[in-house]
């Protein structure tokens, strides 16, 4: 069984910070191929966006929205990847999801969300 588990979700106040963590179960990468994993995110009455996906290679993907103010790292000996937030907005708000895939944007497995409310 294939686990995403995501912590660090919360209410902050626009211009603060959060920083999103997502572990994923051992075993993943090698039995199922995976070689993307980072977020993604949906806001009410919205599509679910790409957020940030980062490779084993270390190459990065950024929606243009967050470019600047968002960093994804990843720590692979502990199949586990981080999301730090920073000058966060209020569009930020939306339910963000762990995503692990063969590509940034050829998604496997998902994980069951955390929601992110930005404040005014």
């Known amino acids: 069984q294939v686990q995403l588990v995501e912590s660090g979700g919360g209410l902050v106040q626009a211009g603060g910070s959060l920083r999103l963590s997502c572990a994923a179960s051992?075993?993943?990468?090698?039995?199922?191929?995976?070689?993307?994993m980072g977020w993604y995110r949906q806001a009410p009455g919205k599509q679910r966006e790409l957020v940030a996906m980062?490779?084993?290679?270390?190459?990065?993907n950024y929606a243009d929205s967050v470019k600047g103010r968002f960093t994804i790292s990843g720590d692979n000996a502990k199949n586990t990847v981080f999301l730090q937030m920073n000058n966060l907005k209020v569009e930020d708000t939306a339910v963000y999801y762990c995503?692990?895939?063969?590509?940034?944007?050829?998604?496997?497995?998902w994980g069951q969300g955390t929601q992110v409310t930005v404040s005014s």
């Open positions: 995503a692990a895939g063969g590509a940034p944007t050829q998604i496997n497995f």
């Open positions: 051992r075993g993943i990468f090698t039995i199922f191929r995976i070689n993307a």
């Open positions: 980062i490779t084993w290679g270390g190459s990065t």
